[in-house]
């Protein structure tokens, strides 16, 4: 198919923290001596999350993306005064810009908001021509939004923001803004609601969300996350499973997150032989880390390469997120985890999660309460299921993801938003 002429392109100003494969190797090759990758389960899903959405939209022939990206690199953490600029240029139709910056506190944002500013401004100018024209941004970057959109204020440009979170300065949500100062959160709410007062259309994880950040009623979508669409050429199969039972859990560490009563639940069975095995970091390691010392079913595997990750969910029987479901900021989450889980092809067992569409019980074993033994009680019910019975439904999951979330149909559905949005 030729190049649409510029009249027919539908451009997309793309701004991000999530820089491109080749960046994200470097940030993390460009750690100071000692210092830890981020807890396994966050940088890496906001890498895969925007990476993913760019390409979804690029399967729309007529689609140009160009993505403007500020490094999360911080001083504490990274070593380099000076972040130069890198531009690469994938193809005629997408471009990401890895804005340059110095590697100071309070400088560094500064600095990326105005030049996150004037890349708008240039965009805006390239662009004259299109037939219509995108900006699609993570809302968390709330330094950078509010310049970016009055730089690209009227014009015909359709601004679309992204919320992959309820961020403690958004609203008076229990549980979510511990330990802050509340003064300071009130003014950040109140900036943040009149820079969220310029948007046309949200894209929300939950439902839930809508209420709090979208008060004007613009259009939005519910948009819980998505999967890659290569995932259907890696073959999950009974020959590849492990001999034992084995049930996996990969993401933050952390108690609030069910971690604990996981692992509490778990070493409750009886089940010889089955076996726990935990993946990534945080500030309950130290505690699975006792566990295993002491119960040989559980495995404790620390922070692992993602790919290493993904394959261990291949192999695993069971895939568990014990996340609390009593906690007032789960209604406005859904766990990118809950997707990689069921991309994977293997059986998911999850608490019921409010901001879960009904859909996806149907695919998915649940835990129907808070706290260990009932942990223990989803896991009895899980072991008793057939083994070919539980593979079907994990096969049977992966389909319903793969068909319906995947990155091309995410992309089409912010693209009809937008269309929506300029009526």
């Known amino acids: 198919?030729?190049?649409?002429?510029?009249?027919?392109?539908?451009?997309?100003?793309?701004?991000?923290?999530?820089?491109?494969?080749?960046?994200?190797?470097?940030?993390?090759?460009?750690?100071?001596?000692?210092?830890?990758?981020?807890?396994?389960?966050?940088a890496e899903?906001?890498?895969?999350?925007?990476?993913?959405l760019?390409?979804?939209?690029?399967?729309?022939?007529?689609?140009?993306?160009?993505?403007?990206?500020?490094?999360?690199?911080?001083?504490?953490?990274?070593?380099?005064?000076?972040?130069?600029?890198?531009?690469?240029?994938?193809?005629p139709r997408h471009t990401v810009d890895h804005l340059g910056f110095p590697n100071v506190r309070g400088l560094k944002q500064a600095w990326l908001a105005l030049a996150f500013t004037r890349q708008a401004l240039a965009w805006r100018w390239r662009t004259r021509g299109a037939a219509s024209r995108v900006l699609v941004a993570d809302a968390a970057y709330i330094t950078a939004l509010p310049g970016v959109l009055r730089?690209?204020?009227?014009?015909?440009?359709?601004?679309?923001?992204?919320?992959?979170?309820?961020?403690?300065?958004?609203?008076?949500?229990?549980?979510?803004?511990?330990?802050?100062?509340?003064?300071?959160?009130?003014?950040?709410?109140?900036?943040?609601?009149?820079?969220?007062?310029?948007?046309?259309?949200?894209?929300?994880?939950?439902?839930?969300?809508?209420?709090?950040?979208?008060?004007?009623?613009?259009?939005?979508?519910?948009?819980?996350?998505?999967?890659?669409?290569?995932?259907?050429?890696?073959?999950?199969?009974?020959?590849?499973?492990?001999?034992?039972?084995?049930?996996?859990y990969a993401g933050a560490l952390r108690a609030e997150y069910g971690v604990a009563d996981l692992v509490e639940g778990f070493r409750a069975?009886?089940?010889?032989?089955?076996?726990?095995?935990?993946?990534?970091?945080?500030?309950y390691a130290p505690d699975v880390a006792r566990a295993a010392a002491e119960d040989p079913r559980v495995r404790f595997h620390g922070r692992t390469d993602l790919d290493?990750?993904?394959?261990?969910?291949?192999?695993?029987?069971?895939?568990?997120?014990?996340?609390?479901?009593s906690e007032d900021f789960v209604k406005y989450s859904f766990p990118s985890k809950n997707m990689e889980y069921l991309a994977s092809g293997t059986a998911v067992l999850t608490t019921r999660l409010p901001g879960m569409p009904t859909?996806?019980?149907?695919?998915?074993?649940?835990?129907?309460?808070?706290?260990?033994?009932?942990?223990?009680?989803?896991?009895?019910k899980a072991l008793a299921v057939p083994l070919t019975d539980l593979h079907r439904q994990g096969a049977a999951a992966r389909e319903f993801v793969l068909a319906g979330k995947n990155e091309r149909v995410q992309a089409a559905r912010i693209l009809e938003l937008a269309k929506r949005c300029s009526r």
């Open 1 to 42: 198919m030729s190049d649409p002429r510029p009249a027919d392109r539908t451009e997309v100003f793309y701004l991000t923290s999530a820089p491109s494969a080749t960046q994200f190797a470097a940030m993390s090759a460009s750690l100071k001596d000692g210092v830890q990758h981020t807890t396994y389960g966050m």
């Open 45 to 52: 899903a906001s890498f895969k999350f925007h990476n993913l």
């Open 54 to 91: 760019q390409r979804g939209l690029l399967a729309d022939p007529t689609c140009h993306v160009h993505a403007v990206v500020g490094r999360s690199a911080t001083p504490r953490f990274y070593r380099g005064r000076w972040w130069s600029r890198v531009l690469e240029t994938h193809s």
């Open 151 to 248: 730089a690209l204020a009227g014009d015909s440009i359709t601004k679309i923001a992204i919320f992959a979170d309820v961020y403690d300065f958004m609203a008076e949500v229990e549980d979510a803004g511990r330990g802050g100062h509340h003064r300071l959160r009130a003014r950040m709410r109140s900036f943040a609601a009149a820079t969220y007062a310029e948007l046309d259309g949200f894209v929300l994880l939950t439902e839930q969300m809508n209420e709090v950040v979208n008060p004007r009623s613009r259009p939005y979508l519910v948009m819980e996350g998505l999967v890659d669409s290569t995932m259907r050429l890696a073959e999950n199969s009974l020959e590849a499973k492990t001999a034992a039972f084995s049930m996996l």
């Open 269 to 283: 069975l009886s089940a010889d032989e089955a076996e726990l095995h935990i993946y990534g970091g945080g500030d």
């Open 308 to 325: 290493e990750v993904v394959a261990a969910e291949m192999r695993a029987w069971l895939l568990v997120n014990p996340r609390p479901t």
């Open 359 to 380: 859909a996806y019980y149907d695919h998915v074993l649940t835990i129907d309460a808070d706290g260990a033994p009932a942990i223990t009680a989803a896991l009895e």
